[in-house]
């Protein structure tokens, strides 16, 4: 019976496997070297978790079911909810801030396309406790460090930076009313994905006017703080742009200033974003967003915590990985193996399994298993590009030496059996 994996989903090949694991370790070296600690949660949760504050796109993508118990239950779409929940059901023995990260498996229920799928991985990494710029600042940071650790530089990627406390000032003082603001977000965060013509189209049914359509647009292209200092903002507007300015500065401070830029488009749909949002793009915009995130200042209470600021974003491994392979930035993966251990007979085949166990102590070694004949061993051991090969043989092991050839060079010496373990 042939059956085929469900759509939306991969099979990790070998291969495959090493590239993500490649990916991993690149994402858990920088979440470390800044000082975050990982954790996880459990694949399933009460559907309420992300219904209460998630707006409507992810709890209709969801994989959901009812369990034996009756209970709504759902496979998470995302971590961050869980997060929440985490911190608030221990937040008197948390000490902050608390800065954590995670590499969950996720489940959508959507329309698989290019680096979109129904199941993938994603990293997650957020600061919380913590109400200053600063940790806006460290936790964009670590996105970008990830993206040159991967080897990509200025000319591959750029983060896209607003903020949506300054952005609902700005709506607001084109006098735009407060029940359609929800609906201008929704159309300002498609601004890349329709034409011109159609996203002032979409405006209009949004109930604006032309000029409110003409200063919307021009402000949307604005890509300096200085731009927006003339606008006529109230308090939460300017003290928005005040932190907006701050987050830039300390941004700068990391050395980062090149690889950001003011984006007052970028709106993300999730409804618990409170201030910064941000997103990192390729500099082509070929693809979709490689990383997103933003400030969730009350989140946490959500879930019966007390007020506990945070800051995190999510980056997907799909296209993350197209992203790498068409900039070519992925290694050439296959086995790595240190020795190859090869007996000529079948007698000698406990010997060679002896002094590959005590070489594993240190390095990655392989011995025949399939009763190969010496040359179709040889053939395997070039094969799975194997550095040495350790032949022994009946006259080797009658003088108590083996053969050791540098795969490499083709060089052949013989050794003592005894000084094998200390190679």
Do not use: H
Request: charge should be neutral; proline fraction near 3%; aromatic fraction near 10%.
């Amino acid at each position: 019976m042939k059956i085929q994996p469900l759509k939306g989903t991969r099979d990790f090949y070998p291969k495959d496997m090493a590239k993500l694991n490649y990916i991993f370790k690149i994402w858990r070296k920088v979440a470390e070297r800044y000082g975050y600690q990982e954790f996880d949660g459990p694949m399933l949760e009460p559907i309420d978790l992300w219904t209460a504050k998630s707006g409507s796109e992810i709890p209709e993508q969801m994989y959901r079911f009812t369990d034996k118990g009756n209970r709504e239950v759902a496979i998470r779409p995302e971590l961050t909810p869980t997060l929440a929940r985490m911190v608030a059901q221990s937040q008197k023995e948390l000490s902050k801030p608390i800065k954590w990260y995670s590499i969950p498996r996720c489940w959508r229920y959507e329309s698989p396309q290019s680096g979109r799928l129904r199941e993938f991985f994603q990293f997650n990494l957020d600061a919380l406790g913590v109400e200053s710029m600063k940790a806006d600042a460290e936790v964009i940071a670590t996105a970008i460090d990830i993206m040159l650790e991967l080897g990509c530089t200025d000319n591959d990627f750029y983060v896209r930076i607003s903020n949506r406390k300054l952005m609902l000032s700005i709506l607001l003082s084109l006098g735009i009313k407060e029940e359609g603001i929800s609906n201008v977000c929704r159309v300002i965060d498609k601004i890349d994905k329709v034409s011109e013509d159609d996203f002032k189209s979409m405006l209009k049914e949004a109930s604006l006017t032309d000029k409110q359509i003409k200063a919307l647009t021009k402000i949307l292209e604005a890509d300096n703080l200085k731009d927006l200092e003339k606008l006529k903002l109230d308090e939460e507007g300017k003290g928005a742009l005040k932190q907006t300015a701050e987050l830039f500065k300390f941004l700068e401070a990391y050395g980062f200033k090149k690889y950001y830029r003011l984006d007052l488009s970028i709106m993300r749909g999730l409804d618990y974003y409170t201030s910064t949002v941000f997103e990192v793009f390729d500099k082509t915009k070929e693809f979709r967003a490689i990383a997103g995130g933003g400030r969730y200042d009350d989140l946490v209470n959500v879930f019966g915590g007390e007020r506990c600021p945070g800051i995190g974003y999510g980056m997907g491994d799909v296209v993350l990985g197209l992203f790498l392979n068409k900039l070519n930035k992925l290694p050439d993966f296959g086995k790595e193996v240190d020795f190859y251990i090869a007996a000529v007979k079948e007698e000698q085949a406990d010997t060679a399994m002896n002094l590959a166990q005590k070489l594993r102590k240190k390095y990655t070694v392989e011995t025949d298993i399939m009763e190969r004949k010496l040359m179709k061993q040889f053939e395997y051991a070039d094969k799975i590009k194997a550095k040495k090969v350790i032949v022994i043989g009946e006259k080797e092991l009658k003088e108590k030496k083996v053969v050791l050839k540098d795969m490499v060079s083709g060089k052949e010496t013989q050794i003592p059996l005894d000084d094998v373990d200390q190679l």
